[in-house]
């Protein structure tokens, strides 16, 4: 399975009303339609959904979007996560293998589809075994219920584990990276020294050198530099720095916050998780501003939201 080469994807967990097992309604598949007709506008072909988004409301108004627009699902790719469990008197982590089957026919059902493009590990579970993993993804494999095999929240270490055993290849590693979540960065260049973080470096060097595509969840640092309250002097100067290059390039402090994401050679794929149709197409221009993005410009911006020096 090959993911499309458009680089931003939607994120669906907006969608589908408050985070309640209480019913939605007509204004939220509403909703939820011109937040997909916005993501269309700009190029967008995949969708990112979880199991457990809106209880599971974010895919059934989805499903009613799709049916509302015939041939739509032929078009896109659609992505699902499962491995979280919402329910109180669960466990809150399960990838058994009959969960995993479980969860996969439950997000089929509400999606109303007989295949998602690409299933998710959500996150690390800690009694994970990778052979029952890899029972579950062959099965629904051969099933044809999933094309392709991914992983969220994960680390090297993880993916290579998983990899022993799982036979389909993890094309997919969802992580939270953005200009506010820097650890990816600092990771790299904070090697043996006293500030270290605690991200688990070589993840990105793992995934380049695997062929996994990396998709940044919180990609637009929730606001933070594009019209959302700063909450210290570095988020202040970094956003003003933001604002100053989108006025001199005549594009929306969206954009510049995802290029500085896309810039990275990693290639990382940004998971646009508004659900505003103004804040949507405000992003269309993100991929031209990273090639555009001079290294001057980039360490500008990564320096500002440090609020210090490197080493």
């Not at 998709?215 to 640092?221: K, N, P």
Request: with cysteine.
């Amino acid at each position: 399975m090959t993911l499309s080469s458009q680089r931003l994807i939607y994120g669906c967990m907006g969608l589908g009303g408050d985070w309640t097992p209480e019913p939605y309604g007509s204004a939220d598949i509403d909703q939820a339609a011109e937040a997909v007709e916005a993501a269309l506008s700009i190029g967008v072909t995949v969708f990112d959904h979880a199991d457990i988004y809106r209880h599971g409301k974010a895919e059934q108004v989805f499903g009613e979007v799709l049916r509302r627009s015939p041939g739509l699902r032929e078009r896109i790719e659609i992505q699902t996560k499962c491995g979280i469990r919402l329910e109180k008197d669960r466990a809150p982590y399960d990838l058994d293998r009959a969960s995993i089957v479980e969860r996969v026919d439950a997000s089929l059902a509400r999606l109303g589809v007989d295949y998602v493009d690409t299933l998710l590990l959500h996150r690390p579970d800690p009694l994970l075994e990778p052979a029952e993993v890899a029972l579950a993804l062959g099965e629904l494999h051969a099933a044809g219920k999933i094309r392709g095999f991914g992983v969220s929240n994960m680390s090297a270490a993880q993916m290579a584990f998983l990899q022993r055993e799982v036979e389909l290849p993890i094309t997919v590693n969802q992580l939270e990276m953005s200009l506010l979540r820097r650890d990816w960065v600092d990771s790299t260049v904070l090697v043996n020294h006293a500030e270290q973080n605690g991200f688990p470096h070589g993840t990105l060097e793992y995934c380049a050198s695997n062929g996994v595509r990396l998709q940044a969840w919180g990609a637009l640092a929730r606001g933070t530099y594009s019209g959302a309250a700063t909450r210290t002097v570095a988020e202040g100067e970094a956003s003003a720095l933001v604002a100053t290059l989108a006025a001199e390039k005549n594009t929306t402090r969206e954009a510049i916050v995802l290029g500085w994401l896309m810039r990275h050679p990693a290639r990382i794929d940004p998971v646009l998780g508004s659900s505003d149709p103004g804040r949507i197409r405000a992003c269309a221009d993100a991929e031209a501003q990273a090639s555009a993005m001079t290294r001057n410009e980039w360490f500008a911006l990564y320096l500002a939201a440090r609020g210090g020096p490197l080493p």
